[in-house]
Every structure is written in structure tokens, then in C-alpha cells.
């Protein structure tokens, strides 16, 4: 019987072997455009689904459905679910979202031609979380290849829905009971094992006045001066959001940004509609409920410095927070310690200022934790930018990780 230390070398040794073709199977899922909005992903699963189908797995296809999908803003949603069963003991998920922002301008690389150079590929989702499609399906392969009883089993949950959210990807696998893991690695990067996150609630407030002829604009009630009296008092939270504290490693402080503002019907028109969309990041310690409320009072505050202005505000998205689940534990500590052996490097656990589809398998009770492939920061990966990278060695080295963990907290008798 095979010792740990030779069953690490053997994966290693797969993965190596192995990695030209995975590096093949992450260019055919940059190929497929997934921007988000449109959304139109299902095109994607179907390619995803044939890749996979193509090493053995039995694929399960879950379309939502059209009117659903439509009602969210996006166009087609298919996840995909793959089980691996081995014997009896945990349940292992490894969660990756497709959907991805569109690419935007200053490319110097086909943002859907997954080209490599200088070590690295290129492409929007190359490294958020495509490449994680990569990592978690030939981290598997990698393990069935040891041939060893294994107490337990895997599942691949590739799902389309992150970038709105999450409710039509994972938060509706598992609200359906199509899936209940025990135990979750979600898609990230590879110099430190996340377990917290911020959460996000995403506000439009919609200010009314009265349109007007520029000529006469006392007839009328500027829209835009009572958003700018919005805008300054929402401005001004983020001062007093620095003092409020996150005991959370890798998580500062609260913080809030206007990310578009839109209104008026001409330049000769006073403007009698502003919309203004915001998000406001919420640390692990604040209740959401109340952050809410706290800002529907500033603005109605500011609106009503303003005479004849009214506004509505509607809810966009609330997505909580992550907090760790103890039964995490072990999860997190075989993360490190191969994260380690491999890297050569300390790897630490922390939170992240972003928010995930993971804090869906924490609302269920399922202890995760987010690793895979890519570098230190988001920053440097260019994710979200253009010219999206990944650097090849760390998504052979991530594949590495996650094989010696699943057979580390699989390990039968």
C-alpha cells in the first residue's frame, strides 16, 4: 500500500504529464464568450459539458428556465453538476463560475483567444474562474488516476450566475436539493486559503423633479442638483466608514461607490429623472438590515433638503457576507500545508474584500473554503481588466493542491 508521500508524488507526476491537455481544455473555455450581461451562457455549458463528457464524466445539465433567466436580466443559464463517487464518507463540492463581465477596451490580447505567452494565457476569464474549471476537472482526473479506495466522493459544480449574484447558479442548486455537499473548495487564487468575505448590497435610487425649458428652468425642479445632494451625502459616509473596523485578516474597513449615473432628455431641458445605482460593501461583522436602512435614511435625508425632489429606491442585490464555518478546519488546514509543499511558500488564511458565490453554500450550513488558480491579488491577474491573465505554473501548481487535498480528506482504509 502506497504511502501519502508517494501517492503526492503520483498526482504530481499526472498533473505534469497531464498538463499540456489541460492547458488545451482552458483555451476551449476561453474561446466561448460568457459576458455578462448579455449572459447568454448555456452555449457555454454545452461546451463544457462535452470537454468533460469527453474524460468519462457523466455530465448533469440544469437549464433554468427561459422566463426565470429573462426575469434576472440574462439570457441563457445552464449549470452543470458532476458526481464522483468513491465509498462511503464526505461529500466534496468544487464550485467555478463561467459568466464574466465583457471584456472592455486596451487589449493587447484576443480577450476570447486564450493565447499564451511568456508563461501566461491570456483571455477574459483566464483567471476569474475559468481556469478553475481547469484546476478542479484535472485535480480529479489526477486523483482517479492513484487507483486508490478513496471514503467518499467529489462534485464539479460549473455554474453561470455569479456576476448577478448567484441565486440562479448555486443558490438554486442547492435550494432545489440537486446538491448538498459536505464539504466546499470554491474558485480563487493560490498564495492564501480564503474563508471570509465582504458582503455587497447594490441600491438604484431613482431621483424625480419636474422637467423644464432650460429658458424658464424656475418653472421646474432640477432633478440632478437633488442627486447631487444624494451624492454628497452618500460621499460622506465613506468618510465615517473608515473608522468602522474589520477584525477579519485581508478586510479593512466599509466602503461605497456610484458606479452609474444616468438622467435628463437634453441639454436644453431641465432634468426631471436621475438614476443613480450604488454598491456599498458591507464587512463580515455589519448586519445587513441595518446598513440598508441606514442608507435609505441618508438619501430620503438629502432629498428633503431639496424642495419638490422625491425618490425611490429598489433593492438590487444583497449578498451576505462569508463567515467560516469551524467544520472547515480540516479543510483548510490540508489547503495549506500542500499549499506549502508546493509553493514553497507560506500560505495564509484571510478574507477578501470581494464577495462570491460561496457565501450561498455558507447560508446552507456547507464549511468551504475558496482556493485555485492565480496570483496574490486580483489586481495583478488583471481580472475584470483587459489583458485577464493567468501565469501557467500557478495553475499547475493549484491543480497540484487541490489533488493532494481531495485524496488527503478522502483517504480511505
Known amino acids: 500500500m502506497s504511502g501519502r508521500g508517494d501517492d503526492d508524488a503520483r498526482l504530481d507526476a499526472w498533473i505534469d504529464a497531464h498538463f499540456d491537455d489541460e492547458v488545451r481544455f482552458l483555451q476551449a473555455l476561453v474561446r466561448v464568450p460568457t459576458d455578462t450581461p448579455p449572459g447568454d451562457n448555456a452555449p457555454h455549458a454545452e461546451a463544457t459539458a462535452t470537454l468533460l463528457e469527453g474524460f468519462g464524466f457523466t455530465v448533469e445539465r440544469h437549464p433554468v428556465p427561459e422566463d426565470v433567466v429573462r426575469e434576472h436580466g440574462l439570457a441563457s443559464i445552464t449549470n452543470l453538476v458532476v458526481r464522483r463517487r468513491y465509498g462511503n464518507g464526505p461529500t466534496i463540492a468544487l464550485n467555478a463560475h463561467g459568466d464574466v463581465v465583457p471584456p472592455g477596451e486596451g487589449w493587447h490580447h484576443d480577450p476570447y483567444g486564450g493565447e499564451v505567452e511568456g508563461g501566461k494565457i491570456y483571455g477574459r476569464a483566464a483567471a476569474v474562474?475559468?481556469?478553475?474549471?481547469?484546476?478542479?476537472?484535472?485535480?480529479?482526473?489526477?486523483?482517479?488516476?492513484?487507483?486508490?479506495?478513496?471514503?467518499?466522493?467529489?462534485?464539479?459544480?460549473?455554474?453561470?450566475?455569479?456576476?448577478?449574484?448567484?441565486?440562479?447558479?448555486?443558490?438554486?442548486?442547492?435550494?432545489?436539493?440537486?446538491?448538498?455537499?459536505?464539504?466546499?473548495?470554491?474558485?480563487?487564487?493560490s498564495y492564501q486559503v480564503v474563508t471570509a468575505h465582504n458582503g455587497c448590497l447594490q441600491l438604484e435610487v431613482t431621483v424625480h423633479g419636474k422637467m423644464a425649458h432650460a429658458a424658464i428652468p424656475a418653472t421646474g425642479v432640477d432633478a440632478l442638483q437633488g442627486a447631487v445632494e444624494i451624492l454628497n451625502a452618500l460621499y460622506a459616509q465613506n468618510e465615517?466608514?473608515?473608522?468602522?473596523?474589520?477584525?477579519?485578516?485581508?478586510?479593512?474597513?466599509?466602503?461605497?461607490?456610484?458606479?452609474?449615473?444616468?438622467?435628463?432628455?437634453?441639454?436644453?431641458?431641465?432634468?426631471?429623472r436621475v438614476v443613480l445605482r450604488l454598491d456599498r460593501r458591507m464587512i463580515p461583522e455589519e448586519d445587513p438590515v441595518a446598513v440598508e436602512a441606514s442608507l435609505r435614511e441618508v438619501i430620503a435625508a438629502a432629498a428633503g433638503r431639496r424642495p419638490g425632489i422625491s425618490v425611490d429606491v429598489r433593492r438590487l442585490l444583497l449578498a451576505r457576507a462569508l463567515k467560516p464555518l469551524p467544520a472547515n478546519a480540516a479543510l483548510v488546514a490540508a489547503l495549506q500545508k500542500h499549499g506549502e509543499a508546493v509553493f514553497g511558500v507560506p500560505i495564509p488564511e484571510s478574507g477578501t474584500p470581494l464577495y462570491t458565490?460561496?457565501?450561498?453554500?455558507?447560508?446552507?450550513?456547507?464549511?468551504?473554503?475558496?482556493?485555485?488558480?492565480?496570483?496574490?491579488?486580483?489586481?495583478?491577474?488583471?481580472?475584470?481588466?483587459?489583458?485577464?491573465?493567468?501565469?501557467?505554473?500557478?495553475?499547475?501548481?493549484?491543480?497540484?493542491?487541490?489533488?493532494?487535498?481531495?485524496?488527503?480528506?478522502?483517504?480511505?482504509?
Open 240 to 272: 465615517l466608514y473608515r473608522g468602522v473596523t474589520s477584525q477579519v485578516a485581508g478586510i479593512t474597513h466599509p466602503y461605497l461607490n456610484v458606479g452609474t449615473i444616468a438622467g435628463g432628455t437634453n441639454t436644453n431641458v431641465v432634468p426631471g
Open 129 to 189: 474562474s475559468k481556469s478553475d474549471f481547469a484546476t478542479y476537472a484535472f485535480a480529479v482526473r489526477a486523483l482517479e488516476s492513484l487507483g486508490a479506495r478513496l471514503a467518499g466522493g467529489v462534485e464539479l459544480h460549473f455554474t453561470y450566475d455569479e456576476e448577478f449574484g448567484g441565486d440562479l447558479g448555486p443558490g438554486r442548486l442547492l435550494a432545489q436539493g440537486v446538491v448538498k455537499p459536505d464539504l466546499l473548495i470554491a474558485a480563487g487564487f
Open 357 to 413: 458565490d460561496v457565501r450561498l453554500y455558507g447560508e446552507a450550513g456547507v464549511p468551504a473554503a475558496i482556493y485555485g488558480a492565480g496570483p496574490r491579488t486580483v489586481l495583478e491577474s488583471n481580472a475584470k481588466r483587459a489583458d485577464e491573465h493567468l501565469e501557467l505554473d500557478d495553475l499547475r501548481r493549484a491543480t497540484k493542491v487541490v489533488a493532494r487535498t481531495l485524496r488527503e480528506l478522502l483517504r480511505g482504509a
